[in-house]
Nanobody, 118 residues
Framework: QVQLVESGGGLVQAGGSLTLSCAAS????????MAWFRQAPEKQRELVAS???????NYRDSVKGRFTISRDNAKNTVYLQMNSLKPDDTAVYYC????????????WGQGTQVTVSS
């Protein structure tokens, strides 16, 4: 079983930056792949970025060039550096993890609110 604890959300003006952190504990195989999702009010949860233990990274198109996902395997922590934030980035951001061969993410953090004001 994996436990994920997020931190770093908050309120920021458009154009500003925030960094989210997510610390994982438990079975190390359970966080081969770590990711950030977000869910805005009345919208479906969407994948923002993912990173494997080996460093393979994927981003959704709308955040490419603005967000950077990284992980420190020694600390079992994943980060999301968010720059040039837009009001459309406002959402609850969730950290998630899965085994490498799993199809779905089966461990989730509690979520952290990110609000971008215009």
């Amino acid at each position: 079983q994996v436990q994920l604890v997020e931190s770093g959300g908050g309120l920021v003006q458009a154009g500003g930056s925030l960094t989210l952190s997510c610390a994982a504990s438990g079975s190390i195989f359970g966080f081969d792949v770590m990711a950030w999702f977000r869910q805005a009010p009345e919208k479906q949860r969407e994948l923002v970025a993912s990173i494997t233990r080996g460093g393979n990274i994927n981003y959704r198109d709308s955040v490419k060039g603005r967000f950077t996902i990284s992980r420190d395997n020694a600390k079992n922590t994943v980060y999301l550096q968010m720059n040039s934030l837009k009001p459309d980035d406002t959402a609850v951001y969730y950290c998630a993890s899965r085994r490498l061969r799993s199809i779905s993410y089966d461990s989730w953090g509690q979520g952290t609110q990110v609000t971008v004001s215009s």
